[in-house]
């Protein structure tokens, strides 16, 4: 039974920093490109970053890029995203993807004063 569960999302205020986890289960991770994606209240679900499966290539959102760091350990079958500097507009619902078939449930990110 495959599995993709995000966790590390809560309320932060602007300027913050959260990392997101994504545990993996269920299919051979470390074959599988991976992705974050995300989705805010009223908006379609857009694209946050990808990384290769060696974790040796990774390609960012423009509104992300230089804020965000997604990783992964293989080993733990395990995605990350370290997201600094948070912006209000950075508030959504963050999902894994296991592309192109698997999909997470989802964290909740808050980025209020």
């Known amino acids: 039974q495959v599995q993709l569960v995000e966790s590390g999302g809560g309320l932060v205020q602007p300027g913050g920093s959260l990392r997101l986890s994504c545990a993996a289960s269920?299919?051979?991770?470390?074959?599988?490109?991976m992705s974050w994606y995300r989705q805010a209240p009223g908006k379609e679900r857009e694209w946050v970053a990808t990384?290769?499966?060696?974790?040796?290539?990774?390609d960012y959102a423009d509104s992300v890029k230089g804020r965000f760091t997604v990783s992964r350990d293989n080993a733990k079958n395990t995605l990350y995203l370290q997201m600094n500097s948070l912006k209000p507009e950075d508030t959504s619902v963050y999902f894994c993807?296991?592309?192109?078939?698997?999909w997470g449930q989802g964290t909740q990110v808050i980025v209020s004063s």
């Open positions: 993807h296991a592309r192109p078939r698997y």
């Open positions: 269920g299919f051979t991770f470390s074959s599988w490109l």
């Open positions: 990384i290769n499966t060696l974790g040796s290539s990774t």
